[in-house]
């Protein structure tokens, strides 16, 4: 029989990486409860219609990289219902947002998640099948602000810090402003008609994108078509007044706090409700997927799903690509217990376990060794798992005095039971 394996493009995170893991999502909350945000978890599974509607049929992941199925029906009264996988978490909350009717609190709502997301994708280092997001959205009516530019620097602000705060050093945030949905139709006018009479010299995909969707060609990667594409016009000089004052505004605010940024006239969303302020961090250690987030407002997308006008502002983050980065920053190591208790003898083992239980309660992180292991094998165990071994024989039993060996300095204490937890923390 052949052994069943984790399929392809997902993977099980196992220990020591997922204390890496853990330790991206509890600063993630530590940062984002500062700036008073709220955690929101939607369900895994949505209805197709909200991601071909949120996400936009057009776009790579719902024309191709979606995970749908039919589900069956319950009654015969009842139609199947095509249900999908979540590709990735806006929209859901923006559901949420709509369903919950949380823009009648006439406040801003600030939520964030994380949680695995789904996408058939071909897998490659830093590209899953199953991976995990962590993002936020600002959202709520226009009168509590949400268009405001101030919110698009706070977001930016924020992830500067969080990422400084994980310790990722290098990464770069490149920003753009793609109009209001009235700016769009006369930069697309524009494209096509720069793009006419030089597509047939363009890559299959992009005398495609040409045709169907021409914001799209400015964000290929094919080297032959660089030439042409740097040489289109930019959206920059489409902006309206308002928009162009927005994304100012944006800016300055940026630079009074110090984040640095690059403006970089190609990065756009190819979808009408999304508007103005884009965004991606990217680092340089990732290799050919650099993207560690991506971002923007999406001032249309809650009307595009039925919802009422709910101007909003977020970002979704690749977490196994944060983890990738501090991977390569820091080859790590497992972090060692305190100690590795060694009884002697399998009736020390209960006695053992009592005196485990006490220093675990006292906060330590402590492993268990087993009666049964010769002492050489308790030193081999202990010195693999643990900065320090505690004996316990009849002798230290009976005298409440345990034998202390330190592997790094090999020197060997006698402790009273009463200090030991403290001694194990010096
Ligand atoms: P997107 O929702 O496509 O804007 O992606 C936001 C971020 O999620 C990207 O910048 C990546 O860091 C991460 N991401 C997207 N797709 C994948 C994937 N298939 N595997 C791992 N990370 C991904």
Redesign the pocket.
């Known amino acids: 029989m052949s052994t069943l394996k984790a399929v392809r493009g997902t993977r099980d995170l196992l220990p020591p990486e997922t204390e890496l893991w853990n330790f991206v999502e509890e600063t993630a909350r530590r940062v984002f409860a500062r700036y008073n945000f709220g955690e929101v978890r939607t369900p895994i599974f949505e209805d197709t219609q909200l991601f071909a509607r949120g996400v936009g049929e057009e776009t790579d992941i719902v024309s191709k990289e979606m995970y749908t199925w039919e589900d069956r029906a319950r009654a015969q009264s009842e139609k199947a219902q095509s249900l999908t996988l979540r590709p990735?978490n806006t929209a859901g909350v923006v559901r949420a947002y709509i369903e919950h009717k949380m823009g009648e609190t006439g406040l801003l709502q600030k939520l964030f998640y994380i949680g695995p997301q789904f996408?058939r994708?071909r897998p490659q280092k830093?590209?899953?099948r199953q991976?995990w997001?962590i993002g936020a959205e600002v959202i709520g009516p226009p009168s509590a602000g949400s268009e405001s530019p101030l919110r698009d620097a706070e977001v930016l602000e924020m992830l500067a810090t969080f990422l400084d705060e994980l310790g990722i050093a290098g990464w770069r945030l490149e920003i753009n402003s793609v109009g209001s949905a009235t700016d769009r139709p006369r930069y697309l006018a524009a494209l096509r008609e720069a793009l006419a009479p030089v597509k047939h010299l363009m890559c299959e995909d992009n005398q495609r994108r040409a045709e169907t969707n021409p914001l799209r060609v400015l964000d290929s990667k094919d080297p032959n078509d660089q030439e042409i594409i740097e040489k289109l016009p930019k959206i920059a000089d489409y902006l309206d007044e308002s928009s162009k004052e927005h994304f100012a505004a944006v800016l300055a605010a940026l630079d009074r706090c110090g984040v640095p940024y690059a403006v970089n006239p190609r990065l756009v969303r190819g979808l009408d409700y999304y508007t103005r302020t884009t965004f991606e961090f990217t680092h340089g250690g990732l290799g050919a997927q650099n993207?560690?987030?991506?971002g923007g407002r999406y001032d249309g997308l809650s009307e595009a799903i039925g919802g009422p006008k709910a101007p909003g502002i977020g970002f979704?983050?690749?977490e196994?690509?944060l983890i990738l980065t501090l991977q390569a920053q820091a080859a790590q190591k497992p972090a060692p217990a305190d100690a590795y208790i060694a009884p002697l003898g399998e009736a020390l083992n209960p006695a053992a376990l009592e005196l485990t239980r006490d220093l675990r309660r006292a906060g330590l992180r402590i492993e268990l060794g087993d009666g049964s292991f010769r002492l050489k094998k308790s030193f081999e165990f202990g010195n693999k798992l643990a900065r320090k071994i505690v004996l316990l024989g009849e002798d230290e039993l009976q005298s409440g005095i345990l034998t202390v060996k330190d592997f790094a300095t090999g020197e060997q204490v006698k402790v009273p039971r009463a200090e030991l937890a403290q001694s194990l923390t010096a």
């Open positions: 990735e996408r994708e830093g590209r899953y991976f997001q993207a560690l987030l991506g979704a983050m690749g196994d690509r």
